[in-house]
């Protein structure tokens, strides 16, 4: 379960609904049936054992995400996959329902689910390419495998195993880990900040600086100070 603000709807519902579905419970202190409802969901999101993510978005304290659900009255759930509404209801609901409602979004365990799950835990990569195998675009055996070939020294492969699928930030940012790997770029000698300060110079000339400028933030993510800092000094450069 995830408290979801205005400043972190996008990444935390939108962005992840990419990778997974997740619900959207928008609710507000004083209402009755959302007391009611709120536990009942974390309960039954629970048992899906991370199929299924929830969202929780206080109304009051957060108007812009209830103005693009457009709400007009609370308890009310939304059901998002790869950023679009699959589905919603509004007020309290009884366990049985909301269990339904939460099943449909839960997609049934395939054999290459299991296969990529066991390849995880025990570290084999020769699971995860039998999952590939089954299903050439299974998100969670490419993400596993791109990440094992880039640890290896074989960028090249992770990022033909990342063009299978559509962009996740998960995605971009092991693109970006494989690119500066194939560009070499170490910043173990010089420290990241100086090599951001040395690409800064050249980026607006140089695309391959560019690039590598930008994979370099990627890697950092959008929690890192430094991301914004310099995100704002590369705009600066360029415009």
């Known amino acids: ?7 972190t709807f996008e990444t935390a519902v939108l962005d992840r609904s990419t990778e997974v579905p997740v619900v959207v419970d928008l609710w507000a202190p004083w209402c009755g049936p959302c007391k009611v409802l709120g536990p009942i969901l974390e309960r039954v999101v629970a048992a899906t054992d991370g199929a299924v993510e929830l969202a929780k978005v206080n109304v009051d304290e957060n108007p812009s995400v209830a103005a693009t659900f457009q709400v007009q009255s609370i308890p009310a759930v939304f059901a998002l996959r790869d950023r679009a509404v699959v589905d919603a209801f509004v007020g309290a609901q009884p366990e ?18 299991r296969l990529v799950a066991e390849g995880v835990a025990g570290d084999d990569e020769a699971l995860l390419r039998k999952a590939l195998e089954l299903q050439p675009d ?26 299978r699928i559509p962009e996740t930030p998960e995605t971009r ?13 170490d910043v173990a ?6 090599v951001l300060d040395r690409l800064l110079e050249r980026v607006r000339d140089d695309d391959a600086a560019r690039q ?22 590369l705009a600066a450069r360029l415009f």
């Open 189 to 194: 000698d010089e420290g990241v900040e100086a």
């Open 138 to 163: 299974h998100a969670g055996a490419i993400t596993a495998l791109a990440a094992r070939r880039i640890g290896a020294g074989d960028p090249d492969e992770a990022l033909a195993l990342l063009a």
């Open 96 to 113: 049985a329902s909301v269990a339904e409602f939460v099943a449909r979004l839960a997609p049934a365990e395939t054999e290459a689910d």
């Open 1 to 7: 379960m995830t408290d979801v603000t205005d400043a």
């Open 212 to 233: 590598e400028f930008v994979d370099l933030l990627e890697t950092l993510g959008p929690e890192d100070p430094r991301t914004a800092r310099y995100r704002k000094a």
């Open 173 to 185: 940012r092991l693109a970006a880990e494989a690119r500066l790997a194939t560009a070499d770029v």
